[in-house]
């Protein structure tokens, strides 16, 4: 059984930080992408920034300057740097994950974690 599980969530005030972490584990055999997602009350989920087992990443633009993403492939697991929150960036916050298993690879959410920056 594979579990993607998020931590790191929690209420900062604005101008802080925090880092997520998402592992994946299970009969997996590496990772092709993991990512995080974000979804605000009321709004469509987006993406935040993705990373590949090879350690390309990828950023929405409006967000790459505060965000960073990294990722350790012999542990499966991303992580999500950021800093100088904005209220506006008070969201759930998705890992999702693209799995590779024998020959093929397979894609995973994790269940959220809560994000919530203060004014």
């Known amino acids: 059984q594979v579990h993607v599980v998020e931590s790191g969530g929690g209420l900062v005030q604005a101008g802080g930080s925090l880092r997520l972490s998402c592992a994946a584990s299970?009969?997996?055999?590496?990772?092709?992408?993991m990512g995080w997602y974000r979804q605000a009350p009321g709004k469509q989920r987006e993406k935040v920034a993705t990373?590949?087992?090879?350690?390309?990443?990828n950023y929405a633009d409006s967000l790459k300057d505060r965000f960073t993403i990294s990722g350790d492939s012999a542990a499966n697991t991303v992580y999500l740097q950021m800093i100088d929150l904005k209220p506006e960036d008070t969201a759930v916050y998705y890992c999702?994950?693209?799995?590779?298993?024998?020959?093929?690879?397979?894609?995973?959410w994790g269940q959220g974690t809560q994000v919530i920056v203060s004014s």
């Open positions: 999702h994950a693209v799995l590779l298993f024998s020959n093929s690879g397979r894609s995973y």
């Open positions: 299970g009969s997996i055999s590496g990772f092709i992408q």
């Open positions: 990373i590949t087992g090879e350690g390309t990443a």
